[in-house]
T-cell receptor, first 112, second 116 residues
Framework: DAGVTQSPTHLIKTRGQQVTLRCSPKSGHDTVSWYQQALGQGPQFIFQYYEEEERQRGNFPDRFSGHQFPNYSSELNVNALLLGDSALYLC???????????FGNGTRLTVT | AQTVTQSQPEMSVQEAETVTLSCTYDTSENNYYLFWYKQPPSRQMILVIRQEAYKQQNATENRFSVNFQKAAKSFSLKISDSQLGDTAMYFCAFMKHENAGNMLTFGGGTRLMVKP
């Protein structure tokens, strides 16, 4: 039973570029949440997708956008990258919007 | 808005001894959940223990237990018989009542080192 899988594991981008991160939820899960974890800090909620729609959003600018596909997998897109976007991006899945979260191993994004 | 504060950036403990990690939070909610997550070098967030605010009894999971003081808005984690595999970052997290969705608010973390 595969858990939450994220790709790629590491990524290096240049300031101003765009990036897409991918997440496949745990088998049987239909809800995907994204978190940003800056170095030495706790994760911060970006947004959550359920039934292919954004259901909740944290305090992040519109440069951060997402998508959920019919197979429940999800993408996180960040446009016009800033140095401050360098972080570990964690994906978490759940069955519905009210059950416990299962986290992936994250994607480490470095913006130079 | 909720805030979660972990005042101990780093802690160390000898193998087989007991250590307590502190967490305080601020909320106007009456019904909520509190969690402790462990993040080893693999980076995956692993749920250690969970506490429902409406339950007075403190949660326990094997060597892990909590001291939940609702009035004081305090939620500490006690690790007994510490093992080398307990070395990791530990995060305290808050979640509103499940009807509000499962969004988590995390503290800044405590780095725990278990020494042989």
């Amino acid at each position: 039973d595969a858990g939450v899988t994220q790709s790629p594991t590491h990524l290096i981008k240049t300031r101003g570029q765009q990036v897409t991160l991918r997440c496949s939820p745990k088998s049987g899960h239909d809800t995907v949440s994204w978190y940003q974890q800056a170095l030495g800090q706790g994760p911060q909620f970006i947004f959550q997708y359920y039934e292919e729609e954004e259901r909740q959003r944290g305090n992040f600018p519109d440069r951060f956008s997402g998508h959920q596909f019919p197979n429940y997998s999800s993408e996180l897109n960040v446009n016009a990258l800033l140095l401050g976007d360098s972080a570990l991006y964690l994906c978490a899945s759940s069955l519905g919007r009210h059950s416990p979260l299962h986290f992936g191993n994250g994607t480490r994004l470095t913006v130079t | 808005a909720q805030t979660v504060t972990q005042s101990q950036p780093e802690m160390s403990v000898q193998e087989a001894e007991t250590v307590t990690l502190s967490c305080t939070y601020d909320t106007s909610e009456n019904n909520y959940y509190l969690f402790w997550y462990k993040q080893p070098p693999s980076r995956q967030m692993i749920l250690v223990i969970r506490q429902e605010a409406y339950k007075q009894q403190n949660a326990t999971e094997n060597r892990f237990s909590v001291n939940f003081q609702k009035a004081a808005k305090s939620f500490s984690l006690k690790i007994s018989d510490s093992q080398l595999g307990d070395t990791a970052m530990y995060f305290c997290a808050f979640m509103k009542h499940e009807n509000a969705g499962n969004m988590l608010t995390f503290g800044g973390g405590t780095r725990l080192m278990v020494k042989p």
